[in-house]
Nanobody, 124 residues
Framework: QVQLVDSGGGLVQPGDSLRLSCATS????????MGWFRQTPGKERDFVASIAWSASMTYYADSVKGRFTISRDNAKNTVYLQMNNLKPEDTAVYYCAAAPSGVISTSPSRYDYWGQGTQVTVSS
C-alpha cells in the first residue's frame, strides 16, 4: 500500500513560482515512477510531468516544458514539482501519482495510487 499527500499549492500572480511536494509512505516508493497531473472543473485529468524511479528520465507536457521541473528524493520518499513563470492557464488542482516500476506513461490509467490534490490558482 502506498499513500500520497500533496501540498504546496496556493494563490499566486502570473510569473510567480511555486513548489509542490508529494510525501509518500510505503516501502516501494523508490522503485516507482512518479507523476504529476492537473485537472480543472469539467475536464479530464491531464499529464504534467513524470520521473522514473532512478530520476534518470523525466517527461513533460509541452505546455509546461522549460517552466516546470520534476524531481525526487528517494531518501525522503518525496517527489517535487517546481513551477516557474506560472500562467493563468496553469490554474488547476494538481495531483501526484505513483505507477508501478518500469511504467513510463502520460495516461492516468497507468497510475495506481493518487494524492488528494492541491489547488494552484494563478491570477492577478
Amino acid at each position: 500500500q502506498v499513500q500520497l499527500v500533496d501540498s504546496g499549492g496556493g494563490l499566486v500572480q502570473p510569473g510567480d513560482s511555486l513548489r509542490l511536494s508529494c510525501a509518500t509512505s510505503g516501502r516501494t516508493f523508490s522503485s516507482r515512477t512518479m507523476g504529476w497531473f492537473r485537472q480543472t472543473p469539467g475536464k479530464e485529468r491531464d499529464f504534467v510531468a513524470s520521473i522514473a524511479w532512478s530520476a534518470s528520465m523525466t517527461y513533460y507536457a509541452d505546455s509546461v516544458k522549460g517552466r516546470f521541473t520534476i524531481s525526487r528524493d528517494n531518501a525522503k520518499n518525496t517527489v517535487y514539482l517546481q513551477m516557474n513563470n506560472l500562467k493563468p492557464e496553469d490554474t488547476a488542482v494538481y495531483y501526484c501519482a505513483a505507477a508501478p516500476s518500469g511504467v513510463i506513461s502520460t495516461s492516468p490509467s497507468r497510475y495506481d495510487y493518487w494524492g488528494q490534490g492541491t489547488q494552484v490558482t494563478v491570477s492577478s
